[in-house]
């Protein structure tokens, strides 16, 4: 058969092209629109994304709805309502869409998605979302004050919470992240553990790349996976030069995230030089660090390299379990470990890297849940989006409810918050809310003893 003979879905594993967002014809909205008007045809006729979030409910219902039930009987000012309820998840390309390049029709609908919010960015200047995405700055100010912001941010605070919605646009009721007065990279410089001389993996060491969530906001992963390497024998050092851009990506600041991905790869650059892996410490920033960022810069040889070298922290322990053999005993974790699997860390195809550490554990029930949280960043935070990312967080909520299981873990966590207020406010009929919410390293922690 000729390699160009036209076919049904493709047989080549999932393959993006880079962003060429440095010219002007990617911001032009009459190329948008046509491009649009490709992609949404094609998903219109296939469909197959039709459970995955509510991007592509409101596509079908708006074409299911037009006078001529195709697309051509769709306004196109009706396309925006398609493109605010994308999380940028990217679980269509990596999962469902069977025309993704290497086939001809090569659709990326994430990066679609992307194009239209920075060339709306550049249309209409940054919304009241842009200041949470300056996790940097609002940390750094947070943590100096860190009881008094925690007390401000209190979802029950009925004087501040709702000054905050009209300040910022924050939904009043949302459970949001606490502070922390001394990081996870300070924490580290200032005590470091002690690495094991006879841990099995003793001939890796490995940069932690703190990233803005673990420094400012929970510190204890980036503790727990320190702890859990330097057992092994590995040696670590913390490193935060700033945030990868995640934040900024979701806000379609591809410009921003570029000059982030140049200053963050210029800092850790040297650790590769030296022989260290980089480990990520949430899905989001591996994910930028492998994937995002090569796209974003293609012909930047330090990006490169850097992503070749970086891994995420269960994908590093696993790996290790599978190379060297893990060192020390693990203890059951009782009352089970419902292991959350986010759709960064599935886009990063890596495969249930948490779930696997996690059934390294002897004698301790994990069930696993497979469905996104629909939290996304500042999609789960801000007031027009909130019903949103509750309605597609419910279908994962009722599970991590049924599973009945008393810790709650996933590779991201702000989707663990997300899924512990879910079963809380939603589910208690269901089944208990978790007692215990953390990234699974602190999970596999714990079952040292650490």
């Known amino acids: 058969m000729s390699t160009n003979t036209p076919r049904e879905g493709s047989l080549g594993a999932p393959t993006r092209h880079p962003l060429d967002w440095r010219s002007e014809s990617f911001y032009d909205f009459n190329a948008i629109d046509m491009e649009m008007e490709r992609v949404f045809d094609i998903c219109h006729g296939c469909r197959r994304c039709f459970n995955l979030c509510e991007s592509f409910p409101r596509l079908f219902d708006l074409v299911d709805a037009s006078p001529t039930g195709e697309l051509d009987g769709v306004a196109k000012d009706d396309y925006k309502a398609v493109f605010d309820a994308c999380t940028l998840c990217d679980m269509c390309f990596m999962t469902k869409c069977p025309y993704v390049p290497p086939h001809e029709w090569a659709l990326d609908f994430p990066h679609l998605m992307l194009r239209y919010r920075a060339a709306e960015l550049k249309r209409d200047g940054p919304g009241r979302a842009h200041e949470l995405t300056k996790t940097d700055r609002n940390g750094q100010l947070a943590r100096s004050v860190a009881p008094l912001a925690n007390f401000v941010s209190e979802r029950g605070n009925w004087v501040t919470r709702p000054l905050m919605k009209a300040a910022l646009g924050v939904d009043a009721g949302v459970e949001l992240p606490k502070y922390h007065t001394n990081t996870f990279s300070q924490r580290s410089a200032l005590e470091p553990p002690r690495v094991n001389p006879d841990g099995k993996a003793r001939a890796r060491k490995a940069v932690l790349y703190a990233t803005c969530f673990v420094d400012y906001n929970q510190p204890s992963t980036g503790v727990a996976a320190q702890a859990v390497l ?40 040297p650790y590769v030089d030296a022989g260290y892996d980089i480990i990520t410490l949430t899905a989001s920033c591996g994910l930028m660090f492998k994937f995002e960022w090569p796209l974003i810069l293609p012909e930047h040889e330090g990006v490169k390299r850097l992503a070749a ?11 290790i379990a599978k190379t ?40 301790t029930r994990v069930d696993v849940v497979e469905r996104c949280s629909g939290h996304g960043g500042t999609f789960g935070v801000m007031a027009e989006t909130r019903a949103l990312a509750i309605k597609i967080g419910r279908p994962a909520a009722r599970l991590v409810a049924q599973k009945r299981n008393d810790t709650l873990c ?35 922690a714990r079952a040292y003893g650490f």
């Open 324 to 363: 060297e053999g893990l060192t020390g005993e693990l203890i059951p974790i009782e009352g089970g470990v419902t292991a959350h699997m986010a759709c960064h860390a599935r886009a990063q195809n890596m495969g249930r890297k948490s779930a696997e550490l996690l059934k390294l554990i002897p004698d």
């Open 309 to 319: 070298a970086t891994r995420d922290i269960c994908e590093y322990v696993v790996d």
């Open 230 to 269: 330097a057992h092994q024998g590995v040696e670590t050092e913390a490193v935060y030069p700033a945030c990868c851009g995640m934040p900024q990506l979701e806000q379609g600041d591809i410009v921003g995230v570029a000059r982030r991905a140049e200053r963050i790869s210029a800092a850790l650059l």
């Open 410 to 444: 996933s590779d991201c966590p702000l989707a663990c918050k997300h899924l512990g207020q879910l079963v809380s406010d939603e589910m208690l009929e269901i089944g208990p809310v978790p007692s215990v919410r953390a990234h699974p390293i602190e999970i596999f």
